[in-house]
């Protein structure tokens, strides 16, 4: 079953935001997802802290639909901000006693958190450091269409298949398991 | 200026106006159907004069929404002390922001041939197409979870747990079924889904079920009747907006109208053809004429799916949570799952699209045949002994 000629989807292409990037949203969402991360930081109420989460998702996000990673940007806001973040919300909400629960960190959590933090900071710095710079203008032509669903979806079912599939078999057994834990309290 | 973006601009600013518009009259249409389904009249009185102007005639009732913006505004903006007060002026908000974000994809009116180039009418032809509609979807939940939790009352936490329940089950079926019209059509770009539905057949010929489905999952994604737990006057007062007044009150329910609206465009592109005309065969590349003419073909069928959801809220009944939950996890997602490997299975051989009809009657066949043999969990409608219910006295007799 023919669909005919489509060759006029080839001319029409997608808009490519790498070409298109304006430097003001960039350091808009670079602002946001930064802002609140610190305001997950220094929050105490808890539900709060869920929401600048959010933010700093979103924030993340948008930069990934401003590299042209518009696959990868969906796919967070899908997973992290729609599933992940809703569960937590939810853990928070059922299980907290009072209604504006506070969190007060011990001393010794807040130095561990800042040893954490150092080192991983140093680590991406370090990183950054020592990887090459493309020339500036020369980045967005490098990197066109390696964001593509396609690419992603070639690379996923053909290069890394099996940790894709160690993934998903990961993923069924965790489900099963919250489906058994689910069913024998429903029985007692 | 690129074309491109000088189309994406003018589409941006006519879609938001037209369709914050059709809200408003969204709702008196909603108000007289009701009246008519109920062998009422409905508002028929108000005009654009309010009784200040020299004008007079009525005009069918057609000032209402505006005087019910009026209205609105002006009633007392009410805070409760113990709210948390910036989530509870935050939550209206975040319910707004995903349905306004949903329209970027919308393919209102197919390509326009401006000069040499081809530009596609919408405001963001991007490569992901309709999943960027589920990831901003996925975000809708959280006016609802934010509302519940700031409010600090009991009802309205219950009914934000509910309703953040059922929209994040149902999301599961309509993930699916937009992922089976991926596979079908092998790309997720809006615009090339629906012109492939323009060259042959309307998707809804070849997957009636997965469209049912579909339409359901709108139903409950956007807290429409037969799935309006969300509000529950009966058993939670207001639900999760119980303790909102004025104009944070009508954001929700304007979210409501406005997420109605991106998930009947989302259904006409996905299984009604978009912009396609049944008989005409129209260019695929055409003139401004064929572009608007398009985008009121695209228009109509949104239009005709929304009249749709209307006469269901005033014909069924509301369903029960358990009976709502079963639907989704019990019905629904195991059909879609099945659709999902019998569609993989007839593109894995190539087989023509009219086998996805057979692969749907099959699944309905075998659904009628299977559900009676399996065996129904305990249901919710035994009595449980809980002392100070309906069926126990409040003291254990001792």
């Given at each position: 079953m023919?669909?005919?000629?489509?060759?006029?989807?080839?001319?029409?292409?997608?808009?490519?935001?790498?070409?298109?990037?304006?430097?003001?949203?960039?350091?808009?969402?670079?602002?946001?997802?930064?802002?609140?991360?610190?305001?997950?930081?220094?929050?105490?109420?808890?539900?709060?802290?869920?929401?600048?989460?959010?933010?700093?998702?979103?924030g993340a996000a948008g930069l990934y639909f401003m590299l042209g990673a518009e696959f990868l940007a969906a796919i967070q806001l899908v997973v992290y901000a729609g599933g992940t973040l809703i569960l937590i919300v939810f853990g928070i909400m059922l299980t907290s006693k009072n209604p504006f629960m506070q969190l007060r960190p011990q001393g010794w959590e807040v130095a561990l958190a800042v040893l954490i933090a150092v080192s991983i900071g140093g680590l991406l710095l370090l990183a950054l450091v020592n990887s090459p710079m493309p020339e500036s203008g020369q980045a967005g032509n490098a990197l066109v269409g390696y964001g593509h669903v396609s690419v992603i979806g070639k690379a996923l079912l053909?290069?890394?298949?099996?940790?894709?599939?160690?993934?998903?078999?990961?993923?069924?057994?965790?489900?099963?398991g919250a489906a058994y834990i689910a069913r024998r309290r429903a029985e007692e | 200026m690129a074309p491109q973006l000088l189309t994406s601009l003018v589409t941006m600013i006519i879609a938001v106006q037209l369709i914050l518009l059709s809200c408003a009259y969204l709702i008196l249409l909603e108000r007289k159907m009701a009246a008519w389904i109920q062998n009422r009249i409905g508002p028929n009185?108000?005009?654009?004069?309010?009784?200040?102007?020299p004008f007079k005639h009525h005009c069918w009732g057609l000032g209402q929404p505006l005087a019910d913006g009026i209205k609105l505004f002006f009633k007392e903006d009410y805070t409760p002390l113990n709210v948390d007060r910036a989530l509870f002026l935050l939550a209206p908000v975040v319910v707004i922001i995903p349905a306004l974000l949903g329209w970027a994809i919308i393919p209102w009116g197919g390509y326009l041939q401006w000069g040499d180039a081809v530009v596609n009418v919408t405001a963001a032809p991007i490569s992901i197409g309709v999943i960027y509609v589920l990831a901003i979807g996925s975000l809708a939940v959280y006016g609802?979870?934010?509302?519940?939790?700031?409010?600090?009352?009991?009802?309205?936490?219950?009914?934000?747990?509910?309703?953040?329940?059922?929209?994040?089950?149902?999301?599961?079926?309509?993930?699916?079924?937009?992922?089976?019209?991926?596979?079908?059509?092998?790309?997720?770009?809006?615009?090339?889904?629906?012109?492939?539905?323009?060259?042959?057949?309307?998707?809804?010929?070849?997957?009636?079920?997965?469209?049912?489905?579909?339409?359901?999952?709108?139903?409950?994604?956007?807290?429409?009747?037969?799935?309006?737990?969300?509000?529950?006057?009966?058993?939670?007062?207001?639900?999760?907006?119980?303790?909102?007044?004025?104009?944070?009150?009508?954001?929700?329910?304007?979210?409501?109208?406005?997420?109605?609206?991106?998930?009947?465009?989302?259904?006409?592109?996905?299984?009604?053809?978009?912009?396609?005309?049944?008989?005409?065969?129209?260019?695929?590349?055409?003139?401004?004429?064929?572009?608007?003419?398009?985008?009121?073909?695209?228009?109509?069928?949104?239009?005709?799916?929304?009249?749709?959801?209307?006469?269901?809220?005033?014909?069924?009944?509301?369903?029960?949570?358990?009976?709502?939950?079963?639907?989704?996890?019990r019905g629904l997602i195991p059909i879609t799952v099945i659709l999902l490997l019998a569609s993989g299975v007839l593109i894995f051989l190539r087989q023509p699209h009219w086998t996805f009809l057979a692969a749907n009657a099959a699944v309905v066949v075998g659904v009628l045949i299977v559900a009676p043999l399996i065996p129904h969990g305990p249901t919710i409608n035994r009595r449980i002994p809980l002392a100070g219910s309906r069926f126990s006295p409040a003291e254990p007799a001792a």
């Open positions: 023919g669909f005919g000629p489509l060759s006029i989807l080839a001319q029409v292409s997608s808009v490519d935001p790498a070409q298109q990037a304006a430097p003001a949203l960039f350091y808009g969402f670079a602002i946001l997802t930064c802002l609140s991360a610190w305001a997950i930081v220094v929050t105490q109420n808890i539900v709060r802290m869920s929401v600048y989460l959010l933010l700093t998702l979103g053909g290069a890394y298949l099996v940790p894709f599939e160690v993934a998903a078999v990961l993923l069924l057994v965790v489900m099963i | 009185r108000v005009g654009f004069s309010f009784g200040i102007l609802v979870v934010l509302g519940g939790y700031a409010s600090n009352n009991k009802y309205s936490f219950l009914g934000a747990l509910r309703a953040t329940a059922q929209m994040v089950s149902y999301e599961i079926p309509m993930s699916l079924c937009v992922l089976i019209v991926i596979l079908m059509y092998a790309s997720p770009r809006a615009d090339v889904l629906v012109q492939f539905q323009a060259n042959g057949v309307w998707n809804i010929f070849y997957q009636p079920v997965l469209a049912v489905i579909f339409y359901i999952c709108v139903l409950a994604e956007c807290n429409r009747a037969p799935f309006d737990l969300a509000e529950c006057e009966q058993e939670l007062v207001g639900g999760y907006h119980t303790e909102y007044s004025s104009m944070k009150w009508a954001l929700y329910f304007l979210g409501e109208y406005m997420h109605m609206i991106t998930g009947c465009a989302f259904f006409t592109l996905l299984f009604l053809g978009g912009w396609d005309l049944p008989v005409v065969q129209e260019p695929v590349v055409a003139g401004l004429g064929w572009v608007l003419l398009k985008s009121g073909v695209f228009i109509s069928k949104v239009g005709f799916l929304l009249f749709l959801m209307i006469w269901i809220r005033w014909t069924l009944p509301r369903f029960r949570f358990d009976q709502l939950m079963r639907l989704a996890w």
